[in-house]
């Protein structure tokens, strides 16, 4: 069996590499990129191997992710949202479904962040009610990602009748009821299709509920939390990877007429290169501990969970910065490729949990405070 890295690799460099930058021009999926993902059984990464999946674990996850990244970020985007649904749909889901997404047969994603409560995910105002012997979903979804190229929703709405601030259920995309609440042509990530969805009266069978109900906040925190704190990271971390890269060709590669040398002839650019070098290292090794403490189910993983999404996003930020700065005017052509890098790096910090949030949630942890 061909190893998942090596498959991610070769998708990133044959694949995702020629068509990022149109994906990026014209917003579009990057329909070429999924379709080798998928082809390489990678949407089955975290399934069983009992059901046909890899059996992988969540670090393995955050490592294909951060290969994609590096050379387009909307595809590394829309897998780290299919491995954050499909950890939540291989722990509560049906043995069907369970299967069709380890065979590839099915691409999933999140539909957590609402239009009334924002970045605050945990809290849900959409509701869900009991019509016809059917559940009735009625909500504003206000970024769902692959929101019209997935097969499913894994879906937040208050509780049915128990006690609690959620209820998690899976919902098909050609679900009658939902609509989608217009396009996106964003600053970033503009392939990853991510874009509003609405739900007026849109009915699912009640055993499409994933998890019991009102236990929404531990799939939440519990499931998807980890892997898509550790995802994301890996998003950032791969770009702000490709774009390092890209500055050390430009800089390499480019000369100044009158005397010969190379830009990387300078100090301060070579200061400025080893400055991003270190950050991104200590990005990925945040990460790469986070992944471990979660598969060795650590004391400190809540914690190393919180932290690495916080130090990826602030990490990105920085260093995208400082290859623009060391690449200078050139640094605004599109073909120098960083730019788009430095677009898509700004995600980061806003997606919800945003980077406020955690460093609230990572001091009450650390004073030994609930975090809710």
Do not use: C
């Given at each position: 069996m061909t190893d998942p890295l090596e498959s991610a690799a070769r998708i990133a460099r044959e694949v995702a590499a020629p068509h990022a930058a149109r994906v990026d021009a014209e917003g579009v999926f990057p329909a070429e990129s999924m379709a080798a993902v998928r082809e390489a059984g990678l949407f089955g990464l975290l399934s069983a191997e009992e059901v046909g999946g890899l059996g992988a674990g969540p670090l393995a996850a955050a490592n294909v992710v951060e290969r994609l990244a590096r050379e387009c970020g909307s595809t590394a985007m829309i897998t780290c949202m299919h491995y954050s649904a499909a950890t939540v749909i291989e722990k509560h889901g049906a043995s069907k479904l369970r299967r069709d997404v380890a065979a590839g047969r099915h691409l999933s994603t999140l539909a957590f962040s609402e239009h009334g409560s924002r970045s605050h995910f945990w809290v849900p105002q959409g509701r869900a009610t009991r019509k016809e012997g059917l559940v009735s979903l009625d909500a504003h979804k206000s970024w769902v990602t692959t929101a019209?190229?997935?097969?499913?929703?894994?879906?937040?709405?208050?509780?049915?009748?128990?006690?609690?601030?959620?209820?998690?259920?899976?919902?098909?995309?050609?679900?009658?009821?939902?609509?989608?609440?217009?396009?996106f042509d964003g600053l970033g990530l503009r392939g990853n299709d991510s874009i509003p969805v609405v739900a007026e009266d849109a009915r699912i069978p009640e055993e499409n509920r994933l998890g019991p109900d009102g236990g929404g906040m531990d799939v939440m925190l519990g499931d998807v939390l980890p892997v898509f704190s550790l995802c994301?990271?890996?998003?950032?971390?791969?770009?702000?990877?490709?774009?390092?890269?890209?500055?050390?060709?430009?800089?390499?590669?480019?000369?100044?007429?009158?005397?010969?040398?190379?830009?990387s002839a300078l100090p301060t650019i070579r200061a400025y290169v080893a400055r991003m070098r270190i950050a991104v290292d200590q990005a990925r090794l945040l990460m790469e501990d986070t992944g471990r403490a979660l598969e060795a189910g650590r004391e400190d993983a809540v914690l190393r969970v919180l932290e690495c999404k916080a130090a990826a996003g602030e990490t990105a930020t920085a260093v995208l910065d400082l290859a623009m700065r060391v690449c200078g005017g050139m640094a605004f052509r599109k073909e120098v490729g960083v730019e788009r890098r430095f677009r898509d790096g700004r995600?980061?910090?806003?997606?919800?949990?945003?980077?406020?949030q955690l460093y609230d949630f990572i001091g009450r942890a650390v004073c030994g405070l609930p975090l809710f």
């Open positions: 019209r190229q997935a097969d499913s929703f894994v879906w937040s709405s208050q509780p049915l009748e128990a006690e609690g601030a959620s209820t998690i259920w899976l919902v098909p995309r050609k679900t009658d009821g939902l609509r989608d609440g217009g396009d994301i990271s890996a998003v950032n971390i791969g770009l702000m990877e490709g774009a390092l890269q890209k500055t050390v060709e430009h800089v390499s590669g480019t000369s100044y007429e009158h005397t010969g040398d190379a830009l995600a980061g910090t806003v997606m919800a949990p945003t980077t406020d």
